[in-house]
């Protein structure tokens, strides 16, 4: 028997990943060295650049990918012919040792995306939280461990080179980083146009 619901969400591989790792990674380190940063983060031991990493040359090879798998995945969402996806916002994070993400959720957005540039082993989880509508039904039971069915994460690991796509009205974040590595992740999302 299969669940009838379920969070739509894909996870595949960066097929450039080992190419473009180590240029990325000292880009977005020259990001941080000049402070080009969002305001007010609230994140500790976390940088997070400005949104508007899309439209840095460097990144093209990513964003055209991005936008191939986006195109993808259009048809399972019976979508009208009119409408299309655009890349709204792109942006880097540098999550140093204990630091965490917690991100608002891109709710005027339509699919938001994470790739695992760099991330060492312990470096989080992505954590990603779907609403369960009566939550007083779960404290009335046991629940030997959480899964899809009886919790409102899900937590998966970051598999370096890979990405998840997921709906943007799902809040989601990265646990601590537990490694003394700092880990390195892109986060984006697409709007309907």
């Not at 995945?73 to 942006?91: E, R, T």
């Not at 699919?111 to 009335?140: A, M, W």
């Not at 980083?177 to 986060?187: E, G, P, Q, V």
Request: aromatic content about 12%; hydrophobic content about 35%; glycine content about 4%.
């Amino acid at each position: 028997m299969n669940p009838l619901f379920v969070v739509p969400s894909w996870q595949l591989p960066f097929n450039n990943h080992l190419n473009v790792q180590d240029r990325y990674v000292s880009h977005l380190q020259k990001y941080k060295q000049n402070n080009i940063s969002l305001p007010n983060i609230s994140s500790t031991n976390t940088f997070v650049t400005q949104p508007n990493l899309h439209i840095d040359p460097l990144f093209e090879d990513f964003v055209k990918f991005g936008i191939d798998c986006v195109s993808q995945i259009k048809p399972s969402y019976n979508l009208a012919p009119s409408l299309n996806f655009g890349l709204s916002s792109m942006y880097g994070t540098i999550i140093e040792k204990g630091g965490m993400f917690r991100p608002d959720m891109k709710g005027e957005d339509f699919l938001s995306g994470v790739y695992f540039l760099q991330t060492p082993p312990t470096s989080g989880q992505l954590c990603i939280k779907h609403l369960i509508s009566d939550n007083s039904y779960f404290r009335k039971v046991h629940v030997e461990i959480d899964n899809t069915i009886n919790s409102e994460m899900v937590k998966m690991p970051m598999p370096q080179g890979n990405i998840v796509l997921f709906p943007s009205y799902l809040d989601y974040f990265v646990a601590q980083n537990n490694s003394d590595d700092a880990s390195y992740l892109i986060h984006f999302s697409f709007r309907l146009i």
